[in-house]
């Protein structure tokens, strides 16, 4: 048997799915580049379940996690008949984030020509340590690397630093996560597309991470630089 899935977090506001087009986008793009079949979940109807279970469990201020997963015959294991896809739907509350973000460097590396970068996969093992790891050491995320020592993002999410009143992003290339928040960043203001060293991140005037969960967050420290607050207004085009 072959079992394989993509997943993707949406921000619930006052009862509103946030980016919901950009995530189901994301899903769709996922399943076709990892032969995930869902074209039987049609987007209305799972956007509907998605409402049901908001309301059946008073959820009007969270998250919401959507999941599909597929198992179809391999040659490995040909005695499944058939391929099944499921989906999924769980909901829970607003990540807790600390009002003083902690950043530091990762030990591990984002493989960059993975058939898996840049997606979100339900094989997510590996940037759960990465975050493990980070809050381990006192942190609140952690960034990691490339093979190339590129910067690619955080654990659980996108970075974005400003220098010299300019905003840059590492491109996609370098393994980083094509992030629904990122992409409205990126929508927002005038963004350069990089692919940068840890050094250049760590000379920065001010680091952003951003992602469904955690919105958008302004670093104070990393790796125990301390950064003095921007002011940037990327901090205010979420109104949430």
């Not at 799915?17 to 399943?31: G, I, P, T």
């Not at 005037?205 to 940037?232: K, Q, W």
Request: hydrophobic share 40%; net charge negative.
């Amino acid at each position: 048997m072959s079992a394989r899935g993509i997943f993707t977090t949406i921000a619930i506001r006052d009862g509103k799915l946030f980016l919901w087009e950009k995530h189901w986008r994301r899903l769709v793009h996922s399943a076709e580049r990892l032969g995930i079949a869902i074209t039987e979940f049609r987007e209305s109807a799972v956007e509907d379940s998605l409402f049901a279970k908001l309301v059946e469990e008073g959820i009007f201020d969270g998250r919401a996690k959507i999941t599909f997963e597929q198992e179809k015959a391999s040659e490995l294991w040909p005695a499944v008949q058939g391929t099944r896809t499921s989906c999924s739907i769980i909901t829970g509350p607003r990540r807790q984030i600390a009002k003083r973000f902690r950043l530091g460097l990762s030990p591990y590396l984002v493989n960059s020509r993975s058939p898996l970068a840049g997606l979100k996969t339900t094989n997510y093992l590996e940037p759960t340590l990465c975050f493990e790891a980070a809050k381990h050491e006192g942190l609140d995320e952690a960034i990691r690397v490339n093979e190339l020592g590129h910067v690619a993002g955080g654990c659980f999410s996108n970075v974005f630093w400003l220098k010299d009143g300019e905003l840059f992003t590492p491109g996609t290339a370098t393994g980083s996560l094509a992030g629904t928040t990122r992409e409205f960043v990126m929508e927002n203001f005038e963004v350069r597309e990089t692919a940068a060293p840890f050094e250049t991140l760590a000379a920065a005037d001010a680091v952003f991470l951003t992602s469904a969960g955690i919105g958008i967050v302004e670093a104070e420290t990393l790796s125990g630089r301390p950064f003095a607050p921007s002011g940037h207004p990327i901090l205010d085009i979420l109104t949430f």
